[in-house]
């Protein structure tokens, strides 16, 4: 128990200052940024989308529905999955997680292997797709938040990174967390010493658990650290930093069918082949001393013994009231996170409606209609559907709780209409 506090402690502070990051990427980079350089066929577009995904927050399920809607807008098939593979295995705050607890060699470690496989994997898909890449219709119309000052910005950027994000993020992490703890006190020391002198196997026993599995990015660190500590190579632990994260079973179902299965093959074998290939590369590295991947890790355990400092327990408290705020109140009631889409485009909260309408009044025309999203697993997975439903010619205005999975569209697109748009994204639509 003693080790997983210390392991808390440790994550507290680059936790905070990762989700900090990636809420200010998030507030201040548009999304049509990111399509613009992603729309060619091409090597060049390959590398962009690997490059715009490695620094984005977004786990293995909201990876799906943005990369999607990237797909709708514009971008390439090859682009598309080089997305695909690279955003769910790093982001900001798993890169800074990771040099927290693993150290320097990790932390470089995993993005170069991101960006490696993913431009591996999407110039493999344009490769072998045959199809001529089709213009894409949009309805011209764009939702991203539009702020007037820095101010407003920054407000959205902290909301993002200590609520929503919280919200996505954060029951993984008290899971992978948990998971950790029942490792340290359950596994035994040496079970992994049936896998010396076979990486293979070890490698491939972790693909096996970890690919049809959910892992976020930084859920997945503290597992890694535990099995590590147990006797796993670091070579299969990264491995299952890459793996995890990188791919689940629903994943694979809503690239199947939305990417076909030539695409799907090309993706898994993506991951497979460069997991295991930077897998035996790390493995070599601290066999043959060239870099010590397990120093920061023994470094770990010998100051488990010594007690945190005030800061790291401030962060802990912090970062605990936080996940209280985005977890268990909404749960209980006691905190509600509703928004009114009016006019304007812009996100309003429900009693405080900028718009000139009443909230009441916003949901209680003919011409609004409630239906059920699907496939939606966090705010990520909220956001795309709310924007695929507000890009559909003759909708006024869509909002979509997660919570209950309910969709308000007020306009007059047909239902049809509003399927096919959120069925292009990896979802279902059905009628309340």
Not at 299 to 307: L, P
Request: hydrophobic share 45%; proline share 3%.
């Amino acid at each position: 128990m003693h080790e997983i506090i210390h392991l808390i402690n440790e994550m507290s502070p680059y936790l905070l200052l990762g989700f900090l990051l990636a809420g200010l990427m998030h507030s201040f980079i548009p999304g049509w940024y990111y399509t613009k350089f992603l729309a060619k066929k091409s090597f060049k577009s390959v590398i962009n989308a690997a490059l715009f995904g490695i620094p984005l927050p977004l786990c293995s399920c909201g990876v799906i529905p943005t990369a999607m809607s990237l797909r709708k807008e514009g971008a390439s098939k090859g682009a598309v999955a080089s997305f695909l593979i690279a955003t769910p295995q790093t982001g900001v705050d798993s890169i800074i997680a990771t040099f927290s607890l693993m150290g320097l060699p990790f932390a470089i470690v995993r993005p170069i292997a991101a960006l490696l496989t993913a431009v591996f994997g999407g110039a493999m898909v344009n490769t072998t797709d045959d199809c001529k890449e089709k213009p894409v219709e949009t309805s011209g119309k764009h939702n991203d938040h539009k702020h007037e000052g820095f101010i407003d910005k920054l407000r959205e950027a902290l909301e993002y990174a200590y609520i929503e994000m919280m919200e996505d993020i954060g029951k993984w992490l008290v899971i992978g967390l948990v998971i950790a703890g029942l490792i340290t006190v359950f596994v035994p020391a040496e079970m992994f010493a049936i896998f010396n002198g076979n990486t293979l196997a070890s490698m491939l026993l972790v693909l096996c658990i970890a690919l049809p599995m959910y892992l976020c990015a930084t859920g997945s660190i503290p597992i890694a650290v535990a099995l590590m500590m147990k006797g796993l190579t670091p070579g299969a632990a990264l491995v299952l930093l890459m793996a995890g994260p990188a791919c689940n079973f629903a994943s694979m179902l809503v690239i199947r069918k939305v990417l076909g299965v030539r695409t799907l093959i090309t993706y898994l074998a993506s991951i497979i082949v460069g997991s295991i290939a930077f897998g035996y590369m790390i493995d070599y590295l601290q066999y043959n001393g060239i870099v010590d991947f397990l120093e920061h890790l023994t470094y770990q355990q010998a100051c488990c013994t010594e007690g945190d400092g005030w800061f790291e327990w401030a962060c802990t408290i912090l970062m605990i009231l936080m996940l209280i705020n985005a977890i268990v109140l909404p749960k209980l009631g006691l905190r509600k996170a509703h928004h009114c889409h009016c006019h304007d485009g812009h996100h309003h909260d429900e009693d405080s409606c900028s718009c000139g309408c009443e909230s009441d009044e916003c949901h209680s025309e003919q011409n609004v209609v409630k239906y059920i999203v699907e496939g939606m697993n966090c705010n990520h997975c909220r956001m795309n559907a709310e924007k695929a439903l507000q890009q559909v010619e003759g909708v006024e205005s869509a909002t979509v709780d997660l919570a209950s999975k309910e969709a308000v569209v007020k306009g007059s697109a047909t239902e049809e209409q509003l399927k096919q748009a959120i069925e292009a994204i990896g979802f279902e639509l059905k009628k309340a």
